[in-house]
Protein backbone atom coordinates (compact mmCIF):
# COMPACT_ATOMS: atom_id res chain seq x y z
CA UNK A 1 0.00 0.00 0.00
CA UNK A 2 1.13 3.44 -0.75
CA UNK A 3 2.24 5.95 2.47
CA UNK A 4 -0.96 7.72 1.96
CA UNK A 5 -4.47 6.58 2.76
CA UNK A 6 -7.76 6.63 0.40
CA UNK A 7 -10.08 9.60 2.18
CA UNK A 8 -13.03 8.88 3.21
CA UNK A 9 -16.41 8.83 0.57
CA UNK A 10 -16.77 12.44 0.68
CA UNK A 11 -15.60 13.75 -3.17
CA UNK A 12 -13.54 16.28 -2.53
CA UNK A 13 -12.69 18.51 -6.07
CA UNK A 14 -9.65 18.54 -7.63
CA UNK A 15 -7.57 21.11 -6.73
CA UNK A 16 -5.67 22.78 -10.14
CA UNK A 17 -2.93 25.87 -9.37
CA UNK A 18 -3.90 28.75 -11.89
CA UNK A 19 -1.01 31.22 -11.85
CA UNK A 20 -0.10 34.26 -14.08
CA UNK A 21 0.44 37.72 -13.23
CA UNK A 22 -2.71 39.04 -15.91
CA UNK A 23 -5.87 38.31 -13.47
CA UNK A 24 -8.28 38.66 -16.20
CA UNK A 25 -6.21 35.66 -17.72
CA UNK A 26 -6.67 33.62 -14.48
CA UNK A 27 -10.27 34.25 -13.85
CA UNK A 28 -11.30 33.14 -17.62
CA UNK A 29 -8.96 29.90 -17.47
CA UNK A 30 -11.31 29.85 -13.67
CA UNK A 31 -14.26 30.18 -14.69
CA UNK A 32 -13.70 27.44 -17.37
CA UNK A 33 -12.19 24.92 -14.95
CA UNK A 34 -14.91 25.56 -12.06
CA UNK A 35 -17.43 25.20 -14.90
CA UNK A 36 -15.72 21.44 -15.70
CA UNK A 37 -15.92 21.01 -11.39
CA UNK A 38 -12.48 21.87 -10.62
CA UNK A 39 -11.39 24.01 -7.86
CA UNK A 40 -9.25 26.98 -8.63
CA UNK A 41 -6.47 27.82 -6.62
CA UNK A 42 -5.40 31.33 -7.78
CA UNK A 43 -1.43 32.71 -7.91
CA UNK A 44 -0.07 36.30 -9.85
CA UNK A 45 3.83 35.19 -9.19
CA UNK A 46 6.28 32.58 -8.85
CA UNK A 47 6.07 32.97 -5.26
CA UNK A 48 2.93 32.98 -5.04
CA UNK A 49 2.59 29.59 -6.53
CA UNK A 50 5.05 28.29 -4.04
CA UNK A 51 3.30 29.48 -0.92
CA UNK A 52 0.00 27.90 -2.34
CA UNK A 53 1.69 24.71 -3.26
CA UNK A 54 2.83 24.65 0.64
CA UNK A 55 -0.51 25.43 2.14
CA UNK A 56 -3.19 23.76 -0.39
CA UNK A 57 -3.24 19.73 -1.80
CA UNK A 58 -2.74 20.92 -5.30
CA UNK A 59 -2.99 18.25 -7.97
CA UNK A 60 -2.25 20.12 -11.18
CA UNK A 61 -0.39 23.59 -11.49
CA UNK A 62 -1.27 25.56 -14.83
CA UNK A 63 1.61 28.57 -14.82
CA UNK A 64 2.68 31.27 -17.12
CA UNK A 65 6.65 31.45 -17.70
CA UNK A 66 6.48 35.04 -18.01
CA UNK A 67 5.97 36.97 -14.49
CA UNK A 68 7.48 39.09 -12.62
CA UNK A 69 9.34 38.38 -8.82
CA UNK A 70 9.79 34.75 -9.95
CA UNK A 71 9.28 33.45 -12.83
CA UNK A 72 7.47 30.23 -14.26
CA UNK A 73 10.19 28.42 -15.11
CA UNK A 74 12.33 29.09 -11.79
CA UNK A 75 9.05 28.12 -9.81
CA UNK A 76 8.69 25.24 -12.15
CA UNK A 77 12.29 24.06 -11.09
CA UNK A 78 11.45 24.75 -6.95
CA UNK A 79 8.39 22.58 -7.49
CA UNK A 80 9.92 19.80 -9.00
CA UNK A 81 12.70 19.92 -6.13
CA UNK A 82 9.41 17.87 -3.72
CA UNK A 83 6.94 17.41 -6.10
CA UNK A 84 5.84 15.73 -8.79
CA UNK A 85 2.19 16.81 -10.05
CA UNK A 86 1.42 17.38 -13.68
CA UNK A 87 2.91 21.22 -14.40
CA UNK A 88 1.31 22.59 -17.91
CA UNK A 89 3.51 26.00 -18.52
CA UNK A 90 1.47 29.43 -20.75
CA UNK A 91 4.15 30.95 -22.89
CA UNK A 92 3.53 33.86 -25.84
CA UNK A 93 6.61 32.02 -27.59
CA UNK A 94 5.70 29.36 -30.09
CA UNK A 95 9.19 28.37 -31.03
CA UNK A 96 10.45 24.90 -30.62
CA UNK A 97 13.32 25.82 -28.68
CA UNK A 98 11.21 27.70 -26.00
CA UNK A 99 8.79 24.40 -25.38
CA UNK A 100 11.99 22.44 -25.37
CA UNK A 101 13.09 24.55 -22.51
CA UNK A 102 10.24 24.30 -20.66
CA UNK A 103 9.76 20.87 -20.70
CA UNK A 104 13.89 20.65 -19.82
CA UNK A 105 12.86 22.62 -16.45
CA UNK A 106 10.34 19.79 -15.29
CA UNK A 107 7.19 20.92 -17.32
CA UNK A 108 4.82 17.86 -18.49
CA UNK A 109 2.92 20.19 -21.33
CA UNK A 110 3.27 23.38 -22.72
CA UNK A 111 0.47 25.63 -24.99
CA UNK A 112 0.88 28.99 -26.41
CA UNK A 113 -0.95 32.22 -26.16
CA UNK A 114 -3.48 32.36 -26.88
CA UNK A 115 -4.94 29.50 -26.58
CA UNK A 116 -8.67 27.38 -27.41
CA UNK A 117 -10.25 26.86 -23.67
CA UNK A 118 -11.29 23.93 -24.84
CA UNK A 119 -7.88 22.32 -25.86
CA UNK A 120 -6.69 23.29 -22.33
CA UNK A 121 -9.28 22.08 -20.49
CA UNK A 122 -8.29 18.79 -22.99
CA UNK A 123 -5.39 19.25 -21.53
CA UNK A 124 -5.73 19.51 -18.70
CA UNK A 125 -7.73 16.48 -17.99
CA UNK A 126 -5.55 14.00 -19.81
CA UNK A 127 -2.48 15.21 -17.84
CA UNK A 128 -4.78 13.96 -14.62
CA UNK A 129 -6.01 10.69 -16.64
CA UNK A 130 -2.33 9.86 -17.11
CA UNK A 131 -1.33 10.88 -13.56
CA UNK A 132 -4.35 8.93 -12.10
CA UNK A 133 -3.86 5.70 -14.12
CA UNK A 134 -0.35 5.09 -12.91
CA UNK A 135 -2.20 3.83 -9.94
CA UNK A 136 -5.47 1.94 -11.17
CA UNK A 137 -3.81 -1.02 -12.38
CA UNK A 138 -4.39 -4.37 -10.13
CA UNK A 139 -2.34 -5.20 -7.10
CA UNK A 140 -0.31 -8.34 -8.73
CA UNK A 141 0.93 -5.92 -11.38
CA UNK A 142 1.67 -2.53 -9.73
CA UNK A 143 5.69 -3.75 -9.75
CA UNK A 144 7.50 -3.14 -12.30
CA UNK A 145 11.36 -4.70 -12.17
CA UNK A 146 14.38 -5.06 -14.90
CA UNK A 147 18.17 -5.10 -13.22
CA UNK A 148 17.88 -1.93 -10.48
CA UNK A 149 15.01 -0.21 -11.33
CA UNK A 150 11.80 -0.90 -9.66
CA UNK A 151 8.68 0.85 -10.89
CA UNK A 152 5.31 0.62 -7.96
CA UNK A 153 2.50 1.58 -10.24
CA UNK A 154 0.62 2.22 -7.73
CA UNK A 155 2.58 4.86 -5.25
CA UNK A 156 3.64 6.30 -8.36
CA UNK A 157 7.26 5.58 -7.56
CA UNK A 158 10.56 4.51 -8.99
CA UNK A 159 13.49 3.07 -6.97
CA UNK A 160 16.96 3.06 -8.66
CA UNK A 161 19.17 1.10 -7.14
CA UNK A 162 17.29 0.90 -3.92
CA UNK A 163 17.48 4.84 -4.16
CA UNK A 164 13.87 6.87 -4.60
CA UNK A 165 14.31 8.76 -7.76
CA UNK A 166 11.38 11.89 -8.46
CA UNK A 167 9.96 11.95 -11.65
CA UNK A 168 6.94 13.90 -13.60
CA UNK A 169 3.65 12.66 -14.26
CA UNK A 170 5.15 12.48 -18.20
CA UNK A 171 7.75 10.65 -17.50
CA UNK A 172 6.66 8.28 -15.37
CA UNK A 173 3.88 7.60 -18.11
CA UNK A 174 6.71 6.74 -20.50
CA UNK A 175 8.36 4.79 -18.06
CA UNK A 176 5.56 2.54 -17.36
CA UNK A 177 4.62 2.19 -21.04
CA UNK A 178 8.16 0.74 -21.96
CA UNK A 179 8.51 -1.20 -18.48
CA UNK A 180 5.08 -2.56 -19.23
CA UNK A 181 6.23 -4.07 -22.06
CA UNK A 182 10.16 -4.22 -22.00
CA UNK A 183 11.76 -5.63 -25.17
CA UNK A 184 9.33 -3.82 -27.16
CA UNK A 185 10.18 -1.06 -29.54
CA UNK A 186 7.70 1.93 -29.55
CA UNK A 187 8.31 4.46 -32.21
CA UNK A 188 8.15 8.27 -31.30
CA UNK A 189 4.47 8.79 -32.44
CA UNK A 190 3.83 5.67 -30.57
CA UNK A 191 4.80 6.98 -27.94
CA UNK A 192 3.48 10.22 -27.93
CA UNK A 193 -0.31 8.88 -28.36
CA UNK A 194 0.02 6.39 -25.77
CA UNK A 195 1.03 9.04 -23.42
CA UNK A 196 -0.50 12.22 -23.89
CA UNK A 197 -3.78 10.73 -26.11
CA UNK A 198 -3.65 13.04 -28.89
CA UNK A 199 -2.43 12.66 -32.31
CA UNK A 200 1.33 13.02 -32.76
CA UNK A 201 2.20 16.20 -34.19
CA UNK A 202 5.53 16.92 -34.61
CA UNK A 203 6.43 14.79 -31.45
CA UNK A 204 9.82 14.16 -31.78
CA UNK A 205 11.69 17.03 -30.07
CA UNK A 206 9.05 17.07 -27.15
CA UNK A 207 9.66 12.83 -26.58
CA UNK A 208 13.33 13.66 -27.08
CA UNK A 209 13.66 16.16 -24.22
CA UNK A 210 11.33 13.34 -21.90
CA UNK A 211 13.29 10.72 -22.75
CA UNK A 212 16.95 12.73 -22.16
CA UNK A 213 15.78 13.59 -18.50
CA UNK A 214 14.34 9.99 -18.15
CA UNK A 215 17.95 8.78 -18.79
CA UNK A 216 19.47 11.61 -16.79
CA UNK A 217 17.48 10.38 -13.80
CA UNK A 218 18.24 6.84 -13.99
CA UNK A 219 21.44 5.71 -15.79
CA UNK A 220 24.78 6.11 -14.68
CA UNK A 221 25.57 7.14 -18.35
CA UNK A 222 23.19 9.07 -19.62
CA UNK A 223 25.26 9.12 -23.20
CA UNK A 224 25.50 5.01 -22.93
CA UNK A 225 22.18 3.87 -21.19
CA UNK A 226 21.27 0.42 -19.23
CA UNK A 227 17.90 0.63 -19.47
CA UNK A 228 15.97 2.93 -21.78
CA UNK A 229 17.55 2.29 -25.38
CA UNK A 230 17.43 4.30 -28.67
CA UNK A 231 16.36 1.81 -32.02
CA UNK A 232 17.92 3.97 -34.43
CA UNK A 233 15.15 4.47 -37.23
CA UNK A 234 12.37 2.87 -35.03
CA UNK A 235 12.05 4.35 -31.62
CA UNK A 236 12.91 3.30 -27.55
CA UNK A 237 12.60 0.42 -25.96
CA UNK A 238 13.49 -0.86 -21.87
CA UNK A 239 15.86 -3.68 -21.72
CA UNK A 240 14.62 -6.43 -19.76
CA UNK A 241 17.76 -7.30 -17.04
CA UNK A 242 17.82 -9.98 -14.69
Avoid at 16 to 24: G, Q, R, S, T
Avoid at 126 to 137: D, E
Amino acid sequence: MCQQERRGKRVEKIKILVCDDDKDIVDAIAIYLEHEGFEIVKAYDGYEALAAMREKAIQLIIMDIMMPKLDGLKATLKIRETMNCPIILLSAKSEDTDKIIGLNFGADDYMTKPFNPLELIARVKSQLRRYNHLGSVPHHQNILKTGGLELDMECKVLFVDGEQVNLTPTELGILQLLMRHMGRVYSITEIYEHVWEEEAIAAENTVAVHIRRIREKIEIDPKNPKYVKVVWGIGYKVEKII
